[in-house]
């Protein structure tokens, strides 16, 4: 009865969002249904979740993630999202405080944001030097083999959207009386400077995509079908044993690894 | 606009939940507008807030929780659900575990269940001893008034349900595959031990119930009524000075502070 | 033959040290025997042992700490120095970042300086707000008699030296090239404000000194006399059962609990 | 003055330790002088210090500890000696409850036993698994070359004994009253399982002995001598701008890097 829902492909991912709500939300409770399997397995067999979501302000970042945890168990969950370093903690080993939220056997943890800031917004906004931006690039790589050596399952998920569909969401944002918390001074500079954010992702992704943790891309101008095709990986990629076999793969046309051609193709938003 | 569905009053709370459903979302979104207001309020002001709900299994906690936290900035929210306490913590000062998740400046921490499991399902199982109980109950009022002097805002609920909803609740839990990570070995034990688990609340509620940190009984018979009251409350406890004028009270009926008569009067379960 | 040292009393500590070299580093080792046997005890007991050190600058904390540590546990033992606070540190609960470092079970925690900071330096220098230093007065006792409660065996020492005495040490620290690092810019203060110090250490004592968490005033401008019977009371304190019967009593004449006579007697240095 | 005693040379540190009572201490002295120097330059220019001491049981890690703390600052230096791992800790990435005490700027840390744990008496002991084992030896050295790119100025020194110097140690300590908390089960099993050490100490020197993070070996059945050294080395690998050139250079009879001939030429006990 579910299987439809779950096997339910999107059929112009392209060009826009064409299920319907309902179907929608039908092929969202399936999926969600299919996370609680897999964290029920994960809660057995001791197996350690990370999950790492990056991408451009207003990317759907929090929308996402609030799907994948809604019928979660809040103890085994936990939703990290760094304030800023005081100075001590800047002075130390850049990778101390996020070091401090991995997690434990059994444990799904996923970072709304993450290390890769020093990769973004830290080399845009210039809140670091670009010594230590060089640096990380050339650490973040070794930092994760270092996780996925240990028994993590590392997943690192980069949402992109277009120029416009970002000036869209941050207009819509700043009218949306539920959404003042999300408006921010660095809102304007997103739209300003999105060639030197782009820049900056292109570096990150061709730099800390390592076949260890590679980075899985996301079109996320519909946020609908973005949000789908993460659970649908990120089932197939926790590899539950007994994931129903009614699971689709995502489509390859909205999530996909990253490649060189991206970048150039169209698939990656300029 | 909006103030329709804030002023809104139940009107029969303890019969039933009268409420339309579109009602009950535009009404819970009008008041998830004001709780993003009082964020940002509390980030500019710097004001601690820390909310803790306790309750018996299926009283609605995560949901409340869910959807007071929807819209607030990930950032400067946290929700805190501690694991079991390891051996060498369990030695310590029993509220050190939790001291180190106390809100900084600007913001809000959530206690999904808190220090009061010493005395709610400790105490029923067994898991500690009844000198340890007794001290904590002791204890809490004393540990609670330092965080209140420290200029916490602390906010207690207790969501109390009935014997035959959750009854109801605890069996739909075991049918509905999206709440298979809520079913425990201890619900069996909610409803056999259910007049312990009664005897339990009503020491807590009796030997806890302060003035500085008063605790706030939630009929939550109806889950939406449960939500909407809650946050009204949290919303003129948190005190903005920009609330919205049209932000109903709380209905006494269904949000009240504790009081001795409310255990033998029908408004507390037994 | 190591009982004829520990019963060694000091002839008359308040004019001068007479003890000779020998004779007080074989008192030393021979109480350090038993500190030795006392962690022993603590081990298997479980027993949580916590000991605060105050006292102005130079009036010895480092040394005597140094003397209490060298053959303890470096596994069950830890000194506490906590580093200046960040500014999120800085808006928590106050007794947060110390909470974090309290001893569990078997474990010795020794601080070199504490909590009292607050009512210390921070005033004198201004470093908090009135308002801040009054309700550390009232909070500490609380926060205290939470621990003693916990089961943690608090000792809190107040190491009392002269204006002279202090003159000279701080002067020959300035010449002796192994206390450069104690040397500090507060150091000049430290004479300059002896009243203003006098004052807050007055109100710290009369404000602090409980039955359950005494201070135990020490006069230590006999370092070696001080450090004997500071250990002496810690031996008695901690009261393992097979505390040897020879371990003299302190001399109270050096170390005696605070009473109000003592900030006018002159056992108190004004 | 002092000059005389920092560069004063062991004679016949492999034969014997020849110094006199009051050379050593004047040496040692001298010594503390400089590192109180080089403490003061590295808290002004913020540099971060990590020394790791290795070695076999009653090697003397605690007392070459003592003297190179003994008058550094208590605020920024501190020794760290891990009790054991929880459950839940066990089940994380190896380094995460170790990176937690990395120094911040101009911090000293010293690890009395390390991560080096698992390759030593884990291995020995069976304490975790032969995998474990292997991926250590692994990642050590990678983790180290992150903390030294970050900044870190990292030291590790293995201190060695030979057998029957082992045997005399663990003898007296039985016998001492003041080593009471030293002895262990373990020390039996350390002579017992002699050559079980030696292969574990082997393979995890040739393993983990890195150009970025090098093991420096020290012949420790001296402990005077071996102490002094490793003061020496400290100093000069601090590389602090001010260091007196009268600082003597190690002995690299006594202290060298190691190399594999070191297992095999008898510098490296058998």
Chains 1, 2, 3, 4 share one sequence.
């Not at 949306?176 to 999105?194: H, I, N, T, Y």
């Not at 900056?200 to 996301?218: E, F, N, Q, S, Y």
């Not at 949000?227 to 699971?247: D, F, G, K, M, Q």
Request: charged share 30%.
């Amino acid at each position: 009865m579910l299987g439809r829902f779950l096997m339910s492909e999107p059929k112009s991912a392209g060009e826009g969002f064409l299920m319907s709500h309902d179907d929608h939300e039908a092929t969202l409770k399936a999926l969600q249904v299919e996370l609680v399997s897999s964290q029920l397995w994960t809660l057995e067999s001791g197996r350690k979740i990370l999950v790492v979501f990056e991408g451009r302000d207003a990317a759907g970042k929090d929308g996402v993630i609030r799907r994948i945890t809604e019928h979660l168990s809040v103890r085994a969950t936990r939703v990290t999202a760094l304030p800023k370093p005081s100075d001590r903690e800047r002075s130390q080993w850049f990778f101390q405080r996020y070091a401090a939220h991995l997690p434990a056997a059994g444990e799904w943890v996923i970072f709304n944001r993450s290390w890769y800031n020093r990769a973004g917004v830290e080399r845009v906004m210039e809140f670091s030097t670009p010594v230590e931006q060089t640096q990380f690039l050339d650490e973040a790589p070794v930092f994760e083999r270092m996780l996925v050596e240990a028994g993590v399952t590392l997943l690192k998920y980069w949402l992109d959207i277009s120029k416009p569909e970002q000036a869209r969401r941050l207009e819509r944002r700043r009218s949306d009386p539920l959404k003042r918390l999300k408006v921010s001074p660095l809102d304007a500079v997103a739209q300003e400077k999105w060639e030197a954010y782009s820049a900056a992702r292109d570096d990150m992704l061709k730099r800390t995509h390592t076949a260890i943790a590679p980075w899985w891309c996301v079109r996320a101008d519909h946020k609908g079908e973005a949000r789908l095709n993460v659970i649908r990986h990120l089932l197939h990629a926790v590899a539950a044993p007994e994931l129903s076999p009614t699971v689709a793969r995502p489509d390859p046309k909205i999530l996909f690894p990253f490649e060189l051609e991206a970048l150039t193709d169209g698939r990656l938003a300029r």
